[in-house]
DNA sequence: TTTAATT
């Protein structure tokens, strides 16, 4: 037998509310630089589709922030889901918890809560949980597993459909590398009180393991519901002028950034229309045609960015109305990889077009 | 039988 589920122990778990108090610990060092640890916050369960801009604004109507980051995929470009705020008072930080955490934006709520200082042990502490009894609650497993450190999240995966009901799968996270694995040496094969098979525990996979194909999928998939489904969502807009160009900087070669960087994302989003001109240079440019009017530079990220090395992407607008005018351009590093993206893209079904893709033609401006 | 939590 393994462990008892004491029904009136209190778990410490942060999930809610103002996340991870600090102990005590110093704000202003002496030489008047800020301490991270009062003033640094990690934000979690964003909408896909919020961009670094809208991040940037929304959590600077708090007060002014040092710097942030949307953590985003380093080749397609993808909004992880989550994001860092540095603030330049630890007052605004407190202020951004407080009335932040838990807004609802679109399908999520978002959680803000201190960021932990970052660090090896910290990494990978994630586990996958399956198997479990079909009654346990999230709180169940949270008072299982506390017994071995301490829980970050947790989560009961719930069937689609029938909402609400247990798929007996889970996650389980720990503040530290260590007590998961501790959890697994603990749990892995055995039975809760009063379960009748054992569950499995082990390291989650990273939730971006998708293939190209699968992106794809999910990408015709959303595309598709855009058309079908009901939606009528008045919600995104975070009232900033998202509307021009947001060139994502895209650093092909991982810099070693000192810690903590000054430099905020926002300074390096300068390509404009740079190598936009044929098979030279920085690249292979790809001509992409039916695009939508509404079509942004993630879709074009999202499409692309399986296949291998992005560069660039950019869709072409109408200068008055800012709408798609049907085309954009994507340069990719690798010859065998823009042609791999070339094959796979050309024809392909999106949303209600079909799209064509081809190596740019050097026909010179204007075609 | 795998969700978007460490810059």
């Known amino acids: 037998m393994v462990t008892q589920i004491i029904s009136t122990m209190e778990t410490q778990v942060s999930n809610g509310p103002s996340g991870t108090s600090l102990p005590n610990g110093p704000v202003i060092s002496t030489n008047g630089s800020t301490d991270d640890s009062k003033t640094n916050l990690i934000v979690n369960y964003l909408p896909q589709n919020m961009t670094q801009e809208e991040f940037k604004s929304l959590f600077g109507s708090i007060g002014e922030i040092e710097s942030c980051k949307l953590v985003r995929d380093k080749i397609t470009g993808q909004s992880l889901g989550y994001g860092f705020v540095n603030y330049v008072d630890p007052n605004d930080a407190d202020k951004a918890i407080n009335t932040l955490n838990g807004l609802k934006l679109q399908t999520k709520t978002i959680k803000v ?17 399956s198997g479990l009894p079909k009654t346990m609650s999230q709180k169940d497993m949270e008072q299982l597993f506390s017994q071995y450190g301490r829980i970050i999240t947790s989560r009961i995966l719930v069937d689609q459909v029938t909402a609400g009901i247990s798929r007996g799968v889970g996650f389980i996270r720990f503040d530290k590398r260590n007590e998961a694995e501790e959890a697994i040496k603990g749990l892995n094969g055995q039975k809760p009180l009063g379960a009748a098979e054992p569950i499995t525990v082990k390291f989650a996979n990273n939730p971006s393991q998708k293939t190209g194909q699968a992106l794809l999928t999910q990408l015709y998939q959303t595309a598709a519901r855009r058309y079908t489904g009901p939606l009528h969502h008045q919600t995104q807009r975070f009232r900033l002028d998202n509307l021009l160009n947001a060139s994502y900087g895209v650093k092909s070669s991982p810099t070693l950034f000192p810690r903590f960087s000054p430099i905020t994302i926002d300074s390096m989003t300068s390509l404009a229309g740079v190598n936009l001109t044929g ?20 879709v074009l990220w999202q499409l692309f960015g399986p296949f ?60």
């Open 279 to 298: 098979p030279t240079g920085a690249g292979w440019c790809i001509f992409v045609y039916n695009l939508s009017p509404e079509a942004d530079e993630s």
């Open 308 to 367: 291998g090395a992005v560069t660039n992407v950019k869709v072409i607008r109408d200068f008055t109305t800012n709408k798609c005018k049907g085309f954009g351009f994507v340069t990719m590093t690798n010859y065998d990889e823009a042609a791999m993206a070339i094959a796979s893209l050309n024809g392909y079904r999106l949303g209600d077009r079909v799209l064509q893709v081809s190596f740019k033609t050097s026909k010179q401006h204007k075609a």
């Open 113 to 129: 809560s201190y960021a932990r200082p970052s660090s090896a042990s910290i990494r990978d502490a994630n586990l996958y949980v």
